[in-house]
């Protein structure tokens, strides 16, 4: 997948408190990676074996001619393997023209505000009670969770024959819908 999918791999910056002047609580460096692709496509499988075998957080840059898109994770060390990650949740832009500034790093108070302001751009849902990112990685796997679960109950309504059990799915499924919008 490697040499089929990228054309170029290009280590861009460090995020550290030595090259920006910002403290740190948590996250003591932020690797910014560009990858070129031979074709437009998703990538997230190759991303994410990278991500598991550097131990800081990464933001990739994913370049096919003029169009990109942005993925970072939220990650861990693995309390098993040392120096590998575990990753709590992925964050990932849509495609989008190189010409567009639709995403910035913000340089401010520390090294994992930068970090959590970054991905919580990427997130597809947000709350404003969000601190940082952990919090934001388990509010989109809940969120996450609850769209999947909808769509099981979706299926699961549209196959079920008896009349008492459809509105007995029916009631969990406005349920969930009434969760996921109060999320």
């Known amino acids: 997948m490697f040499t089929g999918d990228i054309a170029k791999i290009v280590w861009c910056n460090k995020l550290s408190q030595e090259t920006t002047n910002l403290p740190y609580r948590e996250i003591n460096e932020i690797q910014i990676f560009s990858i070129e692709l031979k074709r437009q496509k998703n990538i997230k499988s190759i991303l994410e074996i990278i991500d598991k075998a550097i131990p800081y957080?990464?933001?990739?840059?994913?370049?096919?001619?003029d169009s990109a898109y942005?993925?970072?994770?939220?990650?861990?060390?693995?309390?098993?393997?040392?120096?590998?990650?575990?990753?709590?949740?992925?964050f990932t832009s849509p495609w989008f023209r190189k010409t567009e500034k639709k995403?910035?790093?913000?340089?401010?108070?520390?090294?994992?505000?930068?970090?959590?302001?970054?991905?919580r751009q990427l997130s597809p849902k947000?709350?404003?009670?969000?601190?940082?990112?952990?919090?934001?990685?388990?509010?989109?796997?809940?969120?996450?969770?609850?769209?999947?679960?909808?769509?099981?109950?979706?299926k699961k309504i549209i196959s079920c024959t008896q009349f008492n059990k459809k509105?007995?799915?029916?009631?969990?499924?406005?349920?969930?819908e009434e969760d996921l919008r109060n999320s």
């Open 70 to 90: 942005l993925s970072a994770s939220a990650k861990h060390l693995s309390p098993l393997y040392g120096e590998k990650s575990v990753i709590d949740w992925t």
């Open 57 to 65: 957080p990464i933001i990739f840059i994913v370049i096919y001619e």
């Open 167 to 176: 509105v007995e799915l029916n009631l969990k499924l406005k349920k969930l």
């Open 126 to 154: 947000s709350n404003g009670t969000i601190k940082n990112i952990n919090d934001l990685s388990l509010y989109n796997s809940n969120i996450y969770s609850l769209e999947k679960e909808i769509e099981k109950l979706k």
């Open 103 to 119: 995403y910035i790093i913000t340089l401010r108070k520390d090294i994992d505000t930068v970090f959590f302001e970054f991905c």
